[in-house]
């Protein structure tokens, strides 16, 4: 049986709606990314082999629907709301719904680069919706064109009188047929000349309805299997010791001891290259132990007897590298990029009737996520196979490729269910780390991180220090903003050229940007050893927390409610245009404080036993806003009351939503409250969860209210980390209520004990 | 495969081949199956359920089990299982997250409200939290909020909001295992 690829609709130049044709009794339809004249489809399609689907459907003559979710599931949901968009343009019941997770889409390109099949897979980077929004809905609207189009020849009704509905086409005469006994039909059809209209928005049945996760059973009942825990008989088990240095060196090693555990079965040295970008290659030097079961393995890396030769970066340390930012901001030095320069800060700044300023202090933050870097890999003489909790298939087979030489056609990439990512799977160091050793050690590896290779190992998130001047001017309006902020660029080291540095530590048009008439923002470049990398809803978790407390400070000064002095600056409702691309929609942002206010009894500000704070933001065309109450008894502060609204334009999933909400604001409350990563003699020193402790059961809210602004018709924008940067200003402006202690440090209950 | 001596002392074979010796080991109870560990007495339980009998439900956390991610049920009483030695537990009964539903499939009341509050992040904390929040249950059927508070799991993503929901969800209806 041959594969038929000439049955394809054009979208553009490189994007074809298609049908599969000859995919036994199924209809199997998806979008392709190709260039035109490509090879034909690899045969496994046609089979039960679902893996190599795409982000397609295959309806089978039961009325089964396998619908494949291309990205990566970090636990933000696209593996249940993708499939939904697309299920629901085809009009099938949910419940006969089942969804694969995907692994890498790759083929042979002509040119010697591979071809991406599926297009872009990345998850947990905030754009999975948005990214895949059009082409699942067209993908959807074929095969559901299709399905009329064959019921309508068998009933002999035109095509136009056919309703559908839960996997089934009803004729206006009540008959009925399955969606199942159609598809042998439909998958013969030709294809119209244009890709079939989706539905207008009022005929949605699924998309803005609450749905579970599509993996909840399998995960409440232990069967869902993320990477860390597939095996492979052959394997070997490897468990690493780093150099706590990532350019230092071993000086001596005994690996006597550790060969003396039964089931130990090699030791070998893992160097990082030179001139590879992070995540390339190995983070630091390494010994690896490699024994046949985990428990060995661990044993033997534990009497490794290993010295390590320091590097250069053994002079660094976090609290130093602070003292520095301070004195650089504290400096009249230029600084190393102006980011943005509105109106004219030094005039404003001669008319000024009151001046405020602050500077703010946040720490380093480590990923800690749930299931630490592992990779299953497998190689064979010019094919691999792994199996790797990644946010970036296509990164991770970059990395092998390099390593091994194999065509990427020939690497298979499985992407179970993560267990979290938040940035730290966009580098792929543990899978440079497992290849290199399943090379050395000619036999498939299975390698595991330890918690405390992970907690000392990672890409940090760089810490920060603000420091904002104001203006404000005799009708008590801000009339300059002045912020200055040192950081050590998570870029750096990355390929971006020297003037893009800055763009992962502030963003051109964040808050207040646009709405002050005299606006600067610069960032001061530091030096770090330290391995920085993307990290969650960066850079505006830093920024928000700065600027929104600032923006309360304001309001202390001038006596006013701080909900009133925000409500001034973004005055009327309008659309400013943003640097970076879109608009900012003051409206939109007024609505979601405004919401959250009502919701919390925000008029009882000034008289609440408890403090409330409150804060808001904006970030990639979505709007977000918190109140939350906290009560101080007896020394002890309590969060009492937490509320979040989100407007994300179109809402895919609202209970999936809800979870994103609820889930951001508790990471965003943990890390505020507890958490942070701090150096000595260019040292780590947070081992464990003990030492980097995420907020308990007790510390955090009983519930996040959450409010999400009905959709109007707008595109979705994404939605995983947007309630992450305003819960911790909102919390610390409460707590400045209830305690009369001004939080500018965090993490902020060291800070507040300190302080109070 | 039945043991040698379940048979009694069976006659050396004519050709001379001796029957193998029993192998002894620790006996454990795991889901209401037996099984005898035969390796390393010290190897703690979670790489004898991860590795060997490859039941994965019970998660890595860390070296300390910490945050939770690898707690268990022995003889009915959270514990965490990197911190269990096998030679801590012979006859002993272990439940893991893949033994909390009955036999039939029929969930237990508070993974149903897990599935139903949607209590789920990347999921990989979740065995940990539903160990927890069932052996709270069964000591106390109707816990408040400060009984919710002492456990002692962690979460990543975010989810102790809507776990606490399910529990109090799973205490309304039918409280209690299976
Ligand atoms: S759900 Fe991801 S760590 Fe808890």
Redesign the pocket.
Known sequence: MSANTSNGIRLSRRRFLQVLAGAAGALVVGVRFAEAGEPPLPPEWLGNDFHDLGAYVRIDSEGNVLIGARDPDT?TGVATALPMILADELDADWNRVSVVHLGLGVEAGNDGHPLWTYGRQRGGTGDSIPAAWADLRLAGALARWLITQAAARRLGIAADRLRCEAGTVIAPDGRRVTYGSLVDDASKLDLPTHAPAPKPPQRYTLIGKPVGDVDAHAIVTGQAKYAIDHHEAEALVAVLSHCPWPDGSLASIDTAPALAVKGVVKVLQLKPEADQPPGHTVIAPAVAVLAESTWAALQGRDRLKLEWKPGPSAAENSAALEQQATALLDSQSAPTTRVRDDGDVEKASKYAAIRVEATYYQPWLAHAC?EPMNCLVRIDKDKASLVVPTQSPQQACAVVQRLTGIAPESIAIRVPRV??GYGRRLDHDYVAEAVLLAKAANKPVRLLWTRGEDFTHDYYRPASVHKINAVIDHKRNLAGWNQRIASASALAGRGVPADRLWSSEVSADQLPAGLVPNFRSDWYAQQSALPRGPHRAMPHLANAFAAESFIDEIAHQLREDPMKTRLRLLGEPRSITLQGGGTLDTGRLRNVLQLVADRIDWKDWLHSVNGLGIACWHMDGAYVAHAIETSLQNDKLGIERVVCAVDVGRVINPLGLEGQVAGATLDALSTALNLAITTRDGKVQQHDWKAYPLASMAQLPNSVETIIVPDDGRPPAGASFLAMPTAAPALANSVFRVSAVRVRRLPLMREFLRLS | MAPAQAHGTPAVPESGITPVAVRSGIAVEINGERFVHTGDPQMPLLWYLRDVLWLTGTKYGGEHGENGADLVLVDGKPVSAIGQPMNRLADKRITTVEGLAANDGTLHPLQQAFIDEDA???????PGWLIAGVALLKRKPHPDDSDIDQLPNS???G?QTRVRAAIKRAAAGKAGPA
């Open positions: 636990g749930a267990g979290g | 789920i992040g990347c999921g990989y904390c979740t979460c990543r993503c989810v």
